[in-house]
């Protein structure tokens, strides 16, 4: 069965702390994703990485970095964290020749 | 990427088909459906796409109409657990199949 995996379900940190949320992916996927998701504004695309050491900026990349030095882990930083970086992370990963995209369980990270 | 139009909800009864509906007008000819659903607390999870032909596989059957400008998910016996929001994508096939999320419609099946 597929998987993809995240470091935590629940994270609290503190405003102006390093954050890394990790991802894990077992299907040796080229594609890997991270959202964020806010009531009353979907599921928004930070970042996504087509290859090892490769990313592109999503929709809403202010405030986040990324890092991918390994195939099967994608990691989202806040390099500085913020209150408005309060919410669901999701990743996600896929193959190259299809849109059919695997989700994690998600990180509810609040920011306090 | 076309963008989507869905419902903001819907209620179903249990044992009953949904019939969850999408309009994409703007829809080009290498662009493809894509449904995907979201269940309380937990990430996407896919459920079917398609091009032009109808689809259908263990979880639901995808209509497209002719012209391609909207389409129809339909759950054929809808059970408690298929509650969820669900969400209508176009996109082309290419590119790093990034995706876009609309709003979605949420679905409530009752008993």
């Given amino acids: 069965d597929v998987k993809v995996t995240q470091s935590s379900r629940y994270l609290v940190k503190r405003t102006g702390e390093k954050v890394f949320l990790e991802c894990v992916q077992d299907m040796d996927h080229e594609n890997m994703f991270w959202y964020r998701q806010d009531p009353g504004l979907g599921l928004r695309l930070i970042y996504f990485s087509y290859d090892v050491k490769m990313k592109e900026k999503g929709d809403i990349p202010e405030g986040y970095s990324v890092s991918r030095e390994k195939k099967e882990r994608f990691s989202l930083i806040l390099e500085s964290a913020s209150t408005n970086q309060t919410s669901m992370y999701l990743c996600a990963s896929t193959r190259t020749d299809t849109y059919e995209q695997y989700f994690g369980p998600g990180t509810r990270l609040t920011v306090t | ?111």
């Fill in chain 2, 1 to 111: 990427d076309a963008k989507t139009t869905q419902p903001p909800s819907m209620d179903c009864a249990e044992g009953r088909a949904a019939n969850l509906p999408c309009n994409h007008s703007t829809i080009s000819g290498n662009e493809y459906v894509y449904w995907y659903r979201q269940i309380h607390s937990q990430g996407p999870q896919y459920i079917i796409h398609g091009l032009k032909n109808n689809e259908t596989n263990e979880m639901a059957s995808l209509i497209i109409t002719e012209d391609r400008k909207s389409s129809t998910l339909i759950l054929p016996h809808a059970t408690l657990r298929d509650t969820a929001v669900y969400y209508c994508i176009v996109a082309f096939s290419g590119g790093y199949n990034k995706l876009i999320f609309g709003a979605g419609t949420r679905l409530a099946v009752h008993p």
